[in-house]
């Protein structure tokens, strides 16, 4: 029975023809394509092209495709050249596992930066090694912390180095204008010693102790022997202290966690006598470089400090020799221009331009929409309000055109033959000759003298 069942099936199949189905389909699928607005006889459907066209997908592909490019560059530069740094200074004892490492350091102390190649490379690099602001609020306003800091601690660096303990290196080049960088020559391995000048202290807002620090950066960029493209940047967290305070603040830490259950020093890193630096993203050092770019300007060529006739080794290597009309001549165009610059008729682009051309880049977009009149309006408290205690005096100041108080007047005049011969008898005890090293007024050598007259409130 059954088997007449499936003749019967298979007879009414074959009447069927294999075209009449082929046909019904194609009508079908071809309605279907032209509605979605393709042409079946001169377009070959394609059906990745078509999600792809959707913007979800779209979307999800460009953020994949960029993603790739990203991490492909990354690890391009670091399987090239594998590096490994090591900064020689116990780790703290009171860092979370989820955080980030922090190593504390004594002001002034050398320690050991130990900087090796992973693939027993021999060929030349050249290291960058910085001491920046951990904080990505403090790395906006580097430029004008660290020239504060350079002018409350003249002739001092933010950071040096060690030579005489330093080894493996082929050449140390220490930039005077960039005082948190020096730039190191190395090819296989080398130790760096650092000292650290700075305390983290200098940069809070409130200076009366027991304040927290500010949290800075070693940071280590090498590039290739010529400096054109960098390889690999890593970086660690540290925090400095007056000298010995990092040996306390350690042993504050071990007996703070000590103290503390089982269950709770658990969730803390181990101590380490080593800190590893940390690999940062190429990304993040350029980003730096575009926001803090070289502060060396070499075009200034006439300072108005220079003596006369001096001669200053310009950068291309050529003597220049400045004479007094040149240094009067720059003082006086300085002085025109900072005071002429903002006015009640500027606009706010000119405000913004004068804003960074007087070290107040990080509050250009602050007043990117505000005129010189509106500038001018603001009184000294606002600008404290809007810029800072510091940034918000030095602005008022810079507005006002206020004139920096000399810490010495010198008052010079031409000693006449009946002063020369008292002061030979030495009845006047309080006058200091001092011979002039230069020519003044066309006179000679022997007939100028600087009388100085020191007194507890006045020169």
């Known amino acids: 029975m059954s088997n007449e069942h499936n003749a019967n099936l ?17 009508d079908t699928f071809e309605g279907s394509l032209q509605g979605l607005g393709f042409d079946v006889n001169n377009y070959t459907y394609n059906m990745s092209d078509a999600l792809h066209a959707l913007p979800k997908f779209k979307d999800e592909d460009e953020n994949d495709t960029i993603e790739h490019a990203s991490t492909l560059i990354i690890s391009t530069a670091e399987e090239k050249i594998p590096l490994d740094y090591l900064l020689v200074a116990a780790t703290s004892a009171a860092t979370k596992e989820t955080e980030e490492t922090l190593t504390y350091l004594n002001q002034a102390q050398s320690y050991e930066l130990k900087l090796a190649r992973k693939d027993n490379g021999i060929g030349p690099l050249q290291s960058i ?19 504060s800091w350079k002018n409350d601690h003249p002739g001092r660096r933010f950071m040096d180095v060690d030579v005489p303990l330093s080894f493996g290196i082929t050449d140390i080049v220490v930039h005077p204008d960039v005082l948190n960088a020096v730039t190191v020559h190395w090819s296989e391995k080398c130790s760096l010693f650092i000292k650290v000048h700075c305390i983290s202290t200098e940069f809070t807002q ?7 620090g500010v949290p800075f950066r070693i940071q280590v960029e090498t590039y290739t022997e010529n400096g054109e493209k960098i390889l690999h940047c890593a970086a660690c967290q540290i925090k400095v202290f007056k000298p010995k305070g990092a040996d306390r603040k350690h042993k504050t830490d071990r007996e703070k966690i000590e103290k503390k259950p089982e269950s709770e020093r658990a969730k803390y890193r181990p101590v380490s006598n080593v800190t590893k630096l940390v690999d940062v993203p190429l990304e993040v050092v350029q980003h730096y470089l575009i926001m803090n770019p ?14 006369s006739n ?3 080794a310009s950068p291309s290597g050529t003597v220049k020799c400045l004479t007094t009309t040149n240094v009067t001549t720059t003082a006086s165009t300085t002085i025109k221009t900072i005071s002429s610059n903002v006015s009640a008729n500027s606009t706010s682009a000119e405000v913004v331009d004068w804003l960074n ?43 006002q055109v206020k004139n920096v108080r000399p810490r010495l007047t010198l008052f010079v005049c031409q000693e006449t033959r009946s002063s020369r011969r008292a002061s030979e008898k030495g009845e006047e005890h309080t006058i200091t000759r001092v011979r002039s090293e230069g020519s003044l007024s066309s006179a000679d050598e022997d007939t100028l003298l600087t009388s100085l007259k020191f007194n507890t409130t006045k020169v």
Do not use: W
């Open 294 to 307: 070289k502060t060396v300007n070499f075009e200034l060529e006439n300072p108005p400090d220079t003596p």
């Open 310 to 312: 001096t001669p200053i």
């Open 206 to 212: 409130r200076k009366h102790g027991g304040e927290k």
């Open 129 to 147: 090694v910085r001491v920046l602001f951990h904080e990505r609020r403090m790395q906006y306003s580097e430029k004008e912390q660290l020239e």
């Open 357 to 399: 051309n007087n070290r107040f880049s990080s509050y250009s977009r602050v007043f990117e929409n505000f005129s010189g009149s509106d500038l001018l309006r603001l009184t000294r408290d606002e600008l404290i309000q809007i810029c800072g205690l510091a940034d918000g005096i030095r602005l008022d100041n810079a507005l």
């Open 10 to 26: 298979l007879s009414l199949f074959s009447s069927i023809k294999a075209d009449e189905i082929n046909d019904g389909l194609a």
